[in-house]
């Protein structure tokens, strides 16, 4: 069988982290990459063999590409995904879907009209660690779910990224950068959300970027930066998250769920894999659980070559329910009242445990 060709459309930061895994990889070819940056894409093909640098709309309608990997900014997915469907690729793109749900809506509408497939990160749920948990809840270990706690707070990426100011637009926020990580796995973990109750604040109107060419330069901030609020699952049980752009640090632990026989502590979402401690009731101690499901040393892009094997576990359509999830926190935050979403999302297929042999497939990147 012929290579999936996969055309790539914005090469900023995470862009290396895909052109790591997907290099080499088997069953995929990198054939075309574009940015609004011309001289960006000639220096990455420069480095890709067998690979042209394209402006977008030539990738877009390049008989050689099949997948366009969508890794611009989050106010960029939606016209991107939507000029790769209207010339007739799926599409596969980083989180969140897209930075509003009007536009997640016409992104999967357009594809369904289409015949075309969407997917979207984070394919970190996919790894051993939220998988090896999920295996545990769903063989009854910690008993009937009730609860559950996602927290993440840091300083804020200006601290590291040398263009944060997408982080602080209409798409980014903590929530809705680090949100899909954790809302996602307790997706996973819990089932899809029925409704949500939020709460937010925003310590500071400017940032100040802390690194690379702009250091010391003073940006905007059109978002909530500190965001918390209740999620109701459609089972019955009940997650409680923080995000925040405005902590110095936490010692919480990223996830933990709590049954009526047992709690979970998961590793950080952000990361594949990580080790899955289970405390029992009436035991005084927690045991590391051996792990027993999900992509093992996993990296991004798996959840790409998951999409390509079809029929694709990290879908548009768990995305688009994380972003509901997402923004009607911040609806409900705004209002004072509790929302009820209007999505819902299948849970995805659980993921056997796979080696890396066999989820790459190809040289070691
Ligand atoms: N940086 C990280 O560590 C990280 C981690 C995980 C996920 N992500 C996600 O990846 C995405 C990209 O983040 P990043 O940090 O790489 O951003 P970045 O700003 O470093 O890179 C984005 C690139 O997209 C290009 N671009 C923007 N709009 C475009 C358009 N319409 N057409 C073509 N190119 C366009 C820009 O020129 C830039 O090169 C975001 O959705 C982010 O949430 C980032």
């Known amino acids: ?58 990738l877009y309608a390049d008989p050689e590409v099949d997948t366009v990997l969508n890794l611009t900014i989050p106010a960029a997915h939606d016209e991107v995904a939507l000029a790769a ?65 996602a927290t993440w707070l840091s300083r804020g990426h200006e601290a590291w990224h040398p263009q944060p100011d997408f982080y602080y637009r209409e798409g980014g926020g903590p929530l809705l950068d680090m949100g899909p990580y954790y809302l996602t796995a307790l997706v996973q973990l819990l089932g899809p959300v029925a409704w949500v109750q939020g709460a937010s604040s925003r310590a500071r109107d400017t940032r100040t970027i802390a690194t690379g060419p702009r250091a010391g330069e003073s940006i905007p901030v059109e978002v909530e930066t500190h965001v918390t609020g209740v999620l109701g699952h459609v089972g019955g049980a009940l997650s409680t998250v923080t995000f925040s752009f405005d902590a110095v640090a936490t010692r919480a632990e990223p996830i933990e769920v709590h049954g009526v026989d047992g709690m979970l502590v998961l590793p950080d979402p952000n990361h594949f894999s990580g080790a899955v401690h289970l405390r029992r009731a009436g035991s005084p101690e927690s045991e590391e659980l051996p792990v027993s499901a999900g ?69 070691q990147a």
């Open 1 to 58: 069988m012929s290579d999936h060709r996969i055309g790539i459309v914005g090469l900023g930061v995470i862009s290396r982290a895909y052109l790591e895994t997907l290099q080499g990889a088997a069953g995929v070819r990198i054939t075309a990459v574009a940015d609004l940056d011309a001289q960006r894409a000639a220096d990455v093909a420069a480095g890709l063999p067998g690979a042209r640098a394209l402006t977008p709309a030539e």
């Open 295 to 363: 992509y093992e040393d996993a990296a991004r892009g798996v959840g790409l070559l998951d999409f390509v094997a079809g029929p694709g576990r990290a879908s548009g359509d768990v995305a688009l329910h994380v972003l509901d999830v997402m923004t009607s926190l911040l609806e409900s935050a705004a209002a004072g009242e509790r929302v009820s979403l209007g999505s819902t999302a299948v849970v995805p297929s659980p993921v056997p445990l796979t080696t890396r042999a066999d989820w790459h497939g190809g040289a």
């Open 85 to 149: 469907i209207a010339a007739g690729k799926d599409v596969y793109g980083e989180k969140p879907l897209t930075a509003t749900l009007e536009a997640a809506h016409t992104v999967v509408s357009a594809a369904d009209a289409a015949g075309r497939r969407v997917g979207c990160a984070p394919d970190t749920v996919l790894g051993a660690g939220v998988q090896t948990a999920r295996a545990a809840v769903e063989a009854g270990m910690i008993g009937q779910p009730v609860s559950a706690t």
